[in-house]
C-alpha cells in the first residue's frame, strides 16, 4: 500500500482545499453544448458509472480523451473499445502504475482533467493536475455546462446547504415543490460531495446532455459548494446553520460560515437565511445586490430548544434585532406545528423524528415559498407536510421481525444531542456505531462535547464501528453502561436485535456506518434503495 506523500499534500493544502480556477480561453468557452469541445484534451480519471459516461457524450462532441482507472478489468477495456471504435479519439490506460501522473494526450499536455465520483482532492493525480495548472473539473460541472442548450429552457437550480438537516430539508423541499406541480431533480441519497451529485445528474441526464426537470435541487456540502458554485450559479440558496463539524475537514466554525458565504455571493435570484443562526444571519451582508434575501425563523418562546453553537457552549450571546420572517415556527406539540407564513397562522402534521426537524420544515417551506412567488398553492404547501416520511439513515423506520428499527446519523456534538434529546431513553434499546472514513470526519475528538446523560439509566446495549472502543471510551467517562462492544459491524447487528427483547431499536451512527448498516439490514429486511 503506497503511503501517501505528506509534504506534497501539505504544499498543495490551498488547492485541495479548494479546487482553484486557473485562467483559461479555451475553457472558458465551453459553457453549452454547442461550444468548440472538437480536439479538446482530456484526462477523465476512473472509468466507473459517471466516467463512462463523461468518456462517452466528450467522444460524441469531438474531444480527445485518454481514461485512466487504477482498477483493470475487463469490462472497462470493452468499453474504451468501443468508444475507440465508434469515435477513434479515446484510449484507456488500467491500472496503478497510471494513477500516479496524469499521462500526456495525443503527445500533447491536458487541457482539462475530468474526475469521477470517488477520487479524492488530495490523490497523486490530482497533486500532478495542481503542480501542472491543469484545470480540474468534477462530473456534475461537465455536466452541466452541458445541459446548457438552444434549444430548450435549462432547468432552475438550487443550492441547500448548512452543517446540520441537509439530507431532510432537501427531501422536505423536493416533495413541497413536487406537491407544487414542479418536476424536480435531486441527488436523492444525500451523497453531497461532488462526486455523488455528479453521479446523480449523470445518470438523469441522456447522453445528449438532456435533464429533464423544471428544478434541480440540490444538497452540498459546505466544502464541496464553494467549488461548485465557482462554476454553476445557484438561481435560489437555502442555508441552514453553521456548527463545528469534521474539525480535520473544515477547521473552526468561521471557515465554514465563509464558505457559506461564497454560496450566498454567488446566488443569482433569492437567498434563504435562518435568522436565529447569528453567523448565517450575517451571510445577508454577503449577497450581491439586486438579489433577494429572504428569512426563516422561530417564535421567541421555542429559541430555547434550537441553540446556535456559541449558546451550545455556554457563551453569552448579545440580544439582536432579528429581520421579519416569510415563515415562523410559533408552536409545536407532537407532530403538530403552527407555523407563522407572512402574517398567515397555519397548522401542519409533520411525521419526521426529531424536533429538529420541525424547524427544518420552516426552511424548506421558506424555500418553496420564494421559487413559487404568486403560484403559490399554500393549501396544498401544509396538506404535503404530513406526507413527508425521513430521508434514508435520518430516523428511517425498519421493521426487524416485527419490531421497529431507527436508524440515526450523527456527525457532530449538535446534531447528536438534539437526535437524544427527542426521545425518551427508557422506550428504547440503543446501539452506537461509529466510523472515522473522510466521509464521517476522521477526528472524533468532538463525542466528547456531547452530553450522554440520558442514556445512564437505561445503558447502551452495544458499540461498534472502527472507533467502536473510543465511543466505549467515552460513554464510561459519562457513567453509561455498555453491554458488549463488537468492532465487526455485521456480527455487532446480529447480537444487538437479539438482545434487546421486545424493545423498539435506534441505532445512532456515522454516514459510513448507516450506508454499511443498511446494507446488513437488506438481507433480514425490506430496505428502500436509493440510487
Known sequence: IEQPDTARIEANAAAIAV??????????????????????????????????????????????????????????????DLYANAYGNVEGLF????????????????????????????????????????QIWGDVELAWRLNE???????????????????TTTKMAVQLLEAQGLKVFTNRTGSNFVRGVAAALLGEMTLGGKLDADIAVLELDEAHAVHFVKAVKPDYALLLNVLRDQLDRFGEIDTTRRMLATVASATTGTVVLNREDPRIRSLAENVQPGVTVKYYGL??????????????????????????????????????????LAGVERVGEINLYGIYNIFNAAGAMALTRA?????????KLIAELAKITPAFGRGETLNVNGRPLQLLLVKNPSGFRLSLASANADDYATMITINDQYADGRDVSWLWDVDFDSLKKTGVQMVSGVRAWDMALRLEHDGVKVDEVNENLADALKGFIASSGNAPMRIFCTYTAML????????????????
Open 19 to 80: 479546487n482553484p480556477v486557473y485562467e483559461n480561453e479555451r475553457l472558458a468557452e465551453l459553457t453549452h453544448w454547442g461550444a468548440p469541445w472538437a480536439n479538446l484534451r482530456v484526462v477523465v480519471v476512473g472509468m466507473g458509472t459517471s466516467g463512462d459516461a463523461v468518456t462517452d457524450v466528450l467522444a460524441q462532441l469531438g474531444a480527445k480523451i485518454v481514461v485512466i482507472d487504477g482498477a483493470d478489468t475487463p469490462e472497462k477495456r470493452e468499453r474504451i
Open 149 to 167: 442548450r438552444s434549444d430548450r429552457l435549462t432547468p432552475k437550480w438550487l443550492c441547500l446547504t448548512g452543517t446540520n438537516g441537509k439530507t
Open 371 to 379: 421559487v413559487m412567488g404568486e403560484k403559490l398553492n399554500e393549501d
Open 95 to 134: 491500472g496503478p502504475e497510471h494513477m500516479r501522473a496524469l499521462p500526456l494526450v495525443d503527445g500533447q499536455e491536458p487541457e482539462l482533467v475530468v474526475t469521477s465520483p470517488g477520487v479524492r482532492p488530495d490523490h497523486p493525480v490530482m497533486l500532478d493536475a495542481y503542480e501542472r495548472r491543469i
Open 516 to 531: 454499511a448498516l443498511r446494507e446488513e439490514l437488506a438481507k433480514i429486511t425490506d430496505v428502500e434503495r436509493v440510487s
Open 299 to 340: 417564535d421567541e418562546s421555542l429559541r430555547s430548544y434550537f441553540p446556535s453553537d456559541d449558546e451550545m457552549r455556554g457563551g453569552t450571546v448579545a440580544k439582536a434585532t432579528l429581520p421579519e420572517a416569510d415563515v415562523t415556527l410559533t408552536a409545536f406539540s407532537g407532530t403538530s406545528a403552527t407555523f407563522d
